[in-house]
């Protein structure tokens, strides 16, 4: 007796102390244990870091020729004094591009630009995405039908392909580019929401509410949205590593930012030809591609893991 | 079977109508008058009068959209401003080009995929997978341009004076002939589709050299060719390889898999007989899937390497706004695209009979 009286408040004292931890506390706690996705999440914060701080890092202005300034000729490759580069010569770490413009300062400045179209486009993806996948799903018939079979449309077209048409129509030029890669994301989001939609529609709670007489809009946006989320937040940023690759591509060919705008796919565009001769007006500005690319993704694949995000179609 | 192949392909139809519904209306949308979008600034009126006759763009929109349809049918994709010829005879002068890169680079892509996959997932955890899946997460973040542009580079300037420097532009060395197939075997007199045919094979000069046996016309092609199927095989190799590991771990963990073990077979009959034909099924659908970012792989991969198919043409086209080229194209990638999905889903019918009676 006493034994028993003694144990059982032991017994029972941690299930009230120890509170129950949430689905996001128990997400980033995973995601904290994964390698690859701490990687990703360092890479992606310097890049942060260099966008807000461009200014400060940037050693000169990356649109201006630094012709008759300095004297220095037109893609000159880099010349660090501390590596042993002669210091009667003016520094410039990842060397000059056609148009005798510091490489580092403008590569430092397109960050900002990659960040930005691949969030904004991505963002424009989803808000749209998920709302006509909500409606389609909650909906269901003709309208169903209507707004996935367009969405349907738009996926058999190759993305970029899809890009390039829209751009064409809509004119070049980065806020186009920005608006063209938005537009072609859109049905995977839209799918992703439908299907999570139709998944919670069935759960007892929406019945419930249902039955009280809650009006659709709110069980729709109040309880149906918030518990879609997940899958939208993993797709989202692995779609984001995919924007800033298409965005890169379409100003590689001359559609998307216009120069002198430091955007790293027009960078390269526009000196494709010059590889053999000064590689390193490819090199610099592909790393910096390669490397943004890579942290959204890693960042993507760790937040699918952490979340338990399987792919439902 | 055939109800569901049938199915399949009657639900592709609505799917195709909407892409030409979407490549005629972008078209439409082009701002400015279209007659001197596709003709040039210097159209006169009354060229322009023809114009709009001849392309029946003086009928309401409906109309229009209809005479589209009769024409993209009969095989007439419109003029490429351009060049002043139809688009359908630069597509089958561009198309085996394309069509030569893309199949080799989804070949390479998909062999050394699945290689990769199953080493990574046999030896899990090992440095051997660690390595591949380094190179697969890498492979996905590369941007093609990039690659291409370096790859380039470094075998074309770093590697020049070694065995393995290879060209960086172009389908052959200067002076290598090339000969269309029907003459090499003494059919000149050949005519109608089949003569068509031979001479759409002739211009994928891998194909043509190995077809005639001219080795040197197949030698110096399949060289100029390692380049562009390197870089455009990268992504979905890199894809291809997650895949097939991810999803041969899982099925490895299934309960016939620890049968087929308790019954005694080695560990090599259980991986290659068991596990994989199970494991490849989901690799099928990336497969074809993959297909879209080859197609537009090809046109950043054509561009670098100078190769004049399919996806340099649309490049040139996008700089000199030739709208008629570009709607041409992007309808015959689409169309493509859609085809290949419709024969993976069938195909993967074949494979797996949960599928086509579920």
Redesign the interface.
């Known amino acids: 007796m006493s034994v028993t009286a003694a144990t059982a408040p032991a017994s029972v004292e941690p299930i009230f102390n120890t509170k129950p931890r949430g689905l996001w506390s128990t997400a980033f706690r995973r995601l904290f244990r994964r390698r690859s996705a701490i990687i990703g999440m360092i890479i992606l914060a310097a890049l942060i870091l260099v966008a807000i701080f461009a200014p400060v890092l940037a050693t000169h202005d990356p649109t201006k020729s630094l012709i008759g300034i300095e004297n220095v000729q037109k893609r000159q490759g880099p010349c660090i004094h501390w590596l042993g580069c002669p210091s009667d010569q003016p520094q410039h770490y990842f060397g000059l591009d056609g148009n005798v413009r510091d490489l580092y300062s403008r590569i430092l400045f397109g960050a900002r630009l990659s960040l930005l179209v691949g969030i904004v486009s991505v963002g424009f993806a989803i808000v749209i995405g998920a709302f006509l996948g909500a409606i389609s799903g909650y909906m269901g018939g003709w309208t169903d039908n209507l707004i996935m079979g367009l969405m349907d449309i738009m996926l058999a077209f190759p993305s970029l392909i899809l890009a390039i048409a829209i751009v064409t129509v809509l004119g070049p030029g980065l806020l186009n580019t920005l608006l063209a890669i938005g537009i072609v994301s859109i049905p995977v989001y839209a799918r992703i929401m439908r299907s999570s939609v139709l998944a919670i529609k069935q759960q007892d709670y929406v019945m419930a509410d249902r039955s009280i007489g809650v009006p659709s809009g709110r069980i729709l946006f109040g309880n149906i949205l918030p518990n879609a989320l997940t899958p939208l937040i993993v797709q989202g940023t692995l779609g984001i590593a995919v924007a800033i690759l298409d965005a890169a591509a379409l100003s590689f060919l001359g559609l998307g930012a216009q120069p002198p705008t430091p955007e790293w796919g027009s960078m390269i565009g526009q000196e494709r030809n010059q590889v053999f001769t000064a590689p390193h007006l490819i090199i610099f500005p592909g790393f910096a591609l390669i490397l943004t690319v890579l942290g959204f993704n890693l960042l993507g694949d760790g937040l699918r893991d952490a979340l338990d995000v399987r792919q439902r179609s | 079977m055939i109800r569901y192949i049938s199915r399949r392909v009657v639900l592709a139809i609505?799917?195709l109508l909407?892409?030409l519904?979407?490549?005629f209306i972008?078209n439409r949308?082009?701002?400015g008058d279209p007659c001197r979008a596709m003709l040039g600034e210097k159209a006169t009126d009354e060229v322009c009068d023809a114009f709009f006759k001849r392309y029946g763009l003086d009928q309401p929109p409906v109309i229009q959209f209809g005479y589209y349809l009769g024409r993209v049918v009969t095989g007439d994709l419109g003029d490429s401003m351009r060049f002043g010829r139809p688009v359908t005879d630069m597509l089958m002068e561009r198309l085996p080009v394309t069509i030569e890169l893309a199949l080799l680079s989804l070949l390479v892509a998909t062999v050394i995929g699945v290689i990769l996959g199953v080493i990574a997932a046999y030896w899990q955890n090992s440095p051997v997978d660690v390595f591949t899946m380094i190179f697969a997460?890498?492979g996905?973040?590369?941007?093609?341009?990039?690659l291409g542009?370096?790859a380039?580079?470094l075998f074309?300037?770093v590697l020049k004076d070694t065995p393995v420097a290879l060209p960086?532009s172009g389908r052959l060395t200067a002076g290598v002939r090339v000969e269309p197939i029907a003459v090499a075997w003494g059919l000149e007199s050949l005519s109608g589709p089949l003569r068509g045919f031979l001479d759409f094979l002739s211009q994928m000069y891998v194909i043509n050299g190995l077809l005639t046996f001219n080795w040197k016309l197949f030698g110096d092609a399949a060289r100029h060719l390692v380049l562009p199927v390197l870089v455009l095989s990268t992504i979905p190799m890199s894809v291809i390889a997650r895949m097939t590991r991810s999803s041969l771990l899982e099925v490895m963990t299934l309960d016939y898999m620890r049968t087929a073990r308790a019954k005694g077979l080695n560990e090599r009959n259980v991986v290659f007989r068991h596990a994989m034909r199970n494991a490849l099924l989901p690799v099928v659908t990336v497969v074809g899937l993959s297909?879209?970012?080859l197609?537009?792989g090809a046109?950043?991969t054509e561009?670098?390497f100078g190769l004049t198919g399919v996806g340099r043409t649309?490049?040139d086209a996008?700089?000199s706004?030739d709208?008629g080229v570009?709607?041409g194209f992007?309808l015959v990638?689409?169309f493509t695209?859609?085809v290949v999905n419709l024969l993976v889903d069938i195909s993967y019918a074949v494979l797996d009979p949960r599928i086509r009676l579920g």
């Open positions: 609505p799917v909407g892409i519904f979407i490549t972008l949308l082009i701002p997460n890498l996905v973040s590369v941007p093609v341009f990039v542009l370096l380039a580079y074309a300037v960086p297909l879209g970012g197609l537009s046109v950043l561009t670098i649309m490049f996008i700089s706004r709208y570009i709607q992007t990638i689409a695209y859609v």
